[in-house]
């Protein structure tokens, strides 16, 4: 039984595509659709230097142009903030009286602990205050 050139550019273009599936390693994707390049080529007729270079040609294409779009594109996301460093920057509202030693605000729908930033501040009730920070259970107050 003799299998055809293409039939073997598919297999490697699936046998690339499972590491790139366990790995999550790009590159395996890119030299996979560079088997089906050399695949195709096959498919029309063309030799195995033609296969072969299409196939080199084709993935080091990809590897060239696709790999810095994404990692711009990786670097350009800004990282999301969970927990408490998601609340920083937020405004809250004064439930009680907030100063140096202390009061209460609702952040997010919870009632917190808080305290003002600077010593000399002073808020009252139903003022709005943006968190600077939070320190523990509390919440720093400007």
Not at 44 to 61: D, K, P, R, T
Not at 102 to 131: I, N, T
């Amino acid at each position: 039984m003799d299998i055809d050139a293409w039939v073997w550019w598919l297999i490697a273009a699936v046998g690339l595509g499972i590491p790139l599936v366990i790995t999550a390693m790009p590159e395996f994707g890119m030299f996979s659709v560079g088997a089906v390049a050399g695949a195709l080529t096959a498919g029309l007729g063309f030799g195995v230097v033609a296969q072969v270079i299409v196939f080199v040609v084709v993935s080091v294409a990809l590897l060239a142009v696709v790999r810095p779009i994404a990692a711009r594109h990786r670097r350009g996301q800004p990282a999301h903030a969970t927990g408490v460093d998601a609340l920083k920057g937020r405004q809250a509202v004064v439930l009680e009286r907030v100063d140096a030693s202390g009061g209460r605000v609702k952040l997010a729908g919870e009632v917190w602990s808080a305290r003002a930033y600077a010593p000399d501040q002073v808020f009252e009730q139903g003022q709005q205050v943006d968190v600077v920070d939070i320190d523990g259970a509390t919440a720093v107050v400007m």
